[in-house]
């Protein structure tokens, strides 16, 4: 392997590929646009493109693509070669023009209604703040989305309007607290990836994880995740031949690929990366996906990123920790040593807290996937209920501003482990609550309720728009007064008695916190469709319209978006479930119980007095559940019938959800009964067993 140092970002347009390609006043032109946000000039543009087709050709790329990421739910491209017609040969060029601009085909992107499908033009434009990159001979351009109208097409677009909203409102609070040298805020963000890997024979056996990502058949195996054996065990040979493979190839990307591990469930896996900032992270989380998923082919396996691809074991989710940094190197969510007196940290404190509250239903709702409703609330993941963990500590010193009593900070003891030879060492001042979904960690918050599958864009243009809108109203409070010192205190004060009711340090996942949940007034999501009939309440309308992240027809068009793709992913999940218990399940039980039946016959063509019993039994357990079966495989059909029939998307989602999934339940229920009494050698689809235990 390549020495690590020289490999890392290797295949990335970087800061020091720049410095080394531009000249001095176009890097500084660039950096100013990235950092500053200034206009970029068309001449500037126009040595940028020249210097990085010469990089990227130089590095065996013949074509160009932007990059972007729609409302699909996955990442698009479109690749163009340099080559440009000339004396009758070909010379390899890129514009400035061609840097900026691409126009991919608008109508076969979801819009919402905002585009109809006859009208195709749409743009995507560069995005200077995340570096360009070659991979598999195409040099890949960051974009952003948008339609022939200027309407936001893509999920890349929110998270920059965000940022730069955050900056702007945190930046005036920081020269009201006389931090006068901050000129920018930026948020952080550090996905960990939770996957699993299969064998690609027995994926390829299964035609529920081709067109779903999810079993939706088969019956639980021997063992599961009981034991409590996998989860930081030893990496098999196999899955660190992969892991090995896949660092090379992120850290190629300049992905910072940090840690990796076995997870609970058996054949799970997780990845975490070192932080970056807020769009470069989600960059990276969409190529990390993408690039586990094809550096699993070649070793034979398949990536499953699917929230919950097998039933009753532990799904996967992706843990977002979200902080908040300044230019001069603050971090902004760091308590320090005496956070009762870090006014800073406390008002800071004070923004997130009231934002979660305010906006629990977004939070819930920028988390609501077909995938994450299997998962969410099933004691492996954070429940459907918004709210806070601020650990012991810091907890108790929210409670005495509340209450007007003196606090002294818990100083970190030592663990003192009783072994002589083992190091003594400073314990954290809290420990952490894997159950709830949005813990403070120490100087950041873990937001624990991501699918697997998400684009983490979603999640953190909502945090940022969220605290955002908080900071402004501080700012509005705070301006102008003559003690600045005591007007921060009493705004802290206030706002966390008033929204104390989202802060619970306890065990959210027990049944006690429902109830005390409901008595708080939290709200408890537990489905897409739930989520979603808040959506376009009027202060979520006028958080993202005041600040400028959509305007009202671009959000009800990504509300109708979200609602479609989720009637669309049921409905797949509903026709293969049909499908494969009409074209092999069926045939299968029956092909077997005929077996059985032969062997009634045969043994008591021996001897009445042979006893058949058990096999009797079997026919009859079986042939009864076959019929039930066949009856609700049938009703199925019908349930997606009258759903696909339905025009309003809000009225169809909840269908799905309702009629749908509850009679998929019931099917599978049976389906997974009989494949316990069916002979393996009948069965059509590998087993549980076949699929998490195969190496």
Known sequence: ??????????????????????????????????????????????????????????????????????????????????????????????????????????????????????????????????????????????????????????????????????????????????????????????????????????????????????????????????????YFGSIKTRVSAYMRDLDEELWK????????????????????????????????????????????????????????????????????NWSISTNTGENLLKPGKEPENNTQFLLFLAAVVKAVDEYQDLLRITVASAGNDHRLGANEAPPAIISMYLGDDLDALVRSIINGEDYHSHKASRMHTGVGVLADFKKDNSDRNRTSPFAFTGNKFEFRALGSSLNIGCPNYMLNTMVAEELSQFYDKLNGSDDIESAVRSLIREVFTNHQRIIFNGDNYSAEWVEEAERRGLLNLKTLPEAFDHFLDDKNINLFTKNNI???????????????????????????????????????????????????IAKKQVSEAVPTKA?????????NELEQFIALTDELGK????????????????????????????????????????????????????????F
């Open 1 to 230: 392997m390549t020495k690590v140092p020289e490999l890392f970002g290797s295949m990335v347009f970087s800061d020091k590929a720049m410095q080394e390609r531009l000249p001095k006043s176009t890097y500084k032109a660039l950096k100013k646009t990235a950092q500053n946000g200034e206009p970029l000039d068309e001449g500037v543009a126009n040595v940028v493109a020249n210097a990085m087709k010469d990089w990227a050709v130089e590095l065996g790329a013949t074509h160009y693509t932007h990059w972007f990421q729609p409302m699909t739910g996955v990442t698009a491209e479109k690749h163009d070669s340099f080559i440009q017609p000339k004396n009758g040969g070909v010379i390899m060029e890129f514009s400035g023009k061609e840097l900026i601009k691409g126009e991919p085909d608008a109508s076969s992107f979801p819009s919402g209604g905002i585009r109809a499908t006859f009208e195709a033009r749409g743009y995507t434009t560069w995005d200077p703040t995340s570096p360009a990159f070659v991979r598999d001979g195409t040099l890949y351009i960051p974009t952003a989305f948008c339609s022939y109208t200027g309407e936001v097409l893509d999920k890349k677009t929110p998270l920059l309007r965000s940022m730069e909203r955050l900056s702007e409102e945190a930046v005036k609070i920081l020269h009201l607290l006389g931090k006068t040298d901050v000129t920018r805020v930026s948020t952080t963000v550090g996905p960990e990836q939770e996957y699993f890997l299969i064998d690609k024979d027995m994926y390829n056996k299964r035609v529920d994880l081709k067109m779903t990502g999810r079993t939706l058949f088969g019956a639980m195996a021997p063992k599961g995740q009981e034991l409590e054996d996998h």
């Open 639 to 694: 349930q997606i019938d009258r759903a696909c029939a339905i025009d309003d998307t809000s009225e169809k989602a909840h269908y799905y959800q309702e009629s749908v999934i509850s009679k998929m339940n019931e099917i599978r229920e049976l389906g997974d009964s009989m494949e316990e009494k069916t002979s393996a050698k009948y069965w059509p689809y590998p087993s549980y067993t076949d699929l998490l235990f195969s």
């Open 550 to 600: 959509y305007s009202e027809s671009e959000l009800r068009a990504r509300c109708d978006i979200e609602l479609e793709m989720y009637s669309k992913q049921i409905n797949i999940e509903g026709m293969t479930m049909k499908q494969m218990a009409q074209k092999e399940i069926i045939p299968a039980v029956s092909e077997f119980v005929h077996e059985l039946s032969k062997t009634v």
């Open 615 to 623: 096999e009797e039994g079997l026919i009859i357990s079986l042939s």
């Open 253 to 320: 990307l300049g992905i910072l690929a940090k840690t990796k591990h076995n997870e609970v469930a058996p054949s799970q896996h997780e990845l975490a990366p070192i932080f970056s900032t807020s769009n470069i992270a989600t960059d990276h989380n969409e190529l990390t996906m993408e690039i586990m998923q094809k550096v699993a082919e070649r070793h034979g396996l398949v990536c499953l990123l699917h929230e919950k691809p097998f039933k009753g074991v532990n799904g996967s989710g992706k843990h977002n």
